[in-house]
């Protein structure tokens, strides 16, 4: 299978001017039967750039470094306070792809607008990244509007593509001397039509199928 005709939604920007143009291709994935997902979510993520030990260790690294941080130089996360799963999980949404740009800055770079994925491949945009994190143990989420491709009308960046989705351990008030951890790392290829906006009006979040956590992810790390 040749990637670059199983695509996704797509937005090219030029810098200079701020032109963006808009293309659809096909998801890799698109009219293959689910028994054929593995064998392309192996394909697509080892012609990837990113190195899976490389995810892994800029994963853990980032979060020892919150784990280590102090807040206005006095506060200790994880002693003195201890944020919401929602707040660890922006840290880590803000720390990976800092530590990846510093460590790869020819390759890798934080987003800058909001076409932009979260990390950015810079000799070729369609390999960047999206990052999903979460305290659950199993599953990710995104919002509502995960559900939705974008399109020339409705701009944004595309919900399709390369996602690393972090699972990790919330703080616990009944232990406070318990270090939290990262319980998963995984890699691949999410849609749009994988996340599953809940039914009700009320409801926000928009869950990851099982299907394609299964096959559409490869995991490269988990904790005992």
Known sequence: MNFKQHSYFHVTIDYKTMERNYF????????????????ITKEIVNEHPLDFDVITSVVLEAWE??????????LEIGKDVFPS????????HELIPALLSRKYPEK?????????????YIPDTDYSVEIKTSSNAYNV???RSYGQEN???NSGKSKSGYYITVNFEKFNNSKPDYKPKIKKIRFGWIDHTD???????TGQAAPLSKEARENKLI?????K
């Open 24 to 39: 659809i291709m096909k998801s890799p994935y698109e009219e293959q039967p689910i028994e054929a997902w593995v064998d």
């Open 151 to 153: 399109s020339k009308n």
């Open 108 to 120: 890798w770079r934080k987003e800058i607008i909001k076409e932009d994925k979260d990390v950015v």
């Open 65 to 74: 470094r919150i784990l280590d941080t102090k807040i206005g130089g006095e």
């Open 195 to 201: 996340w599953k906006a809940q039914k009700s009006a």
């Open 219 to 223: 995991l490269l790390y988990e904790s």
């Open 141 to 143: 989420f995104g919002n």
């Open 85 to 92: 799963p929602q707040i660890m999980g922006n840290y880590l």
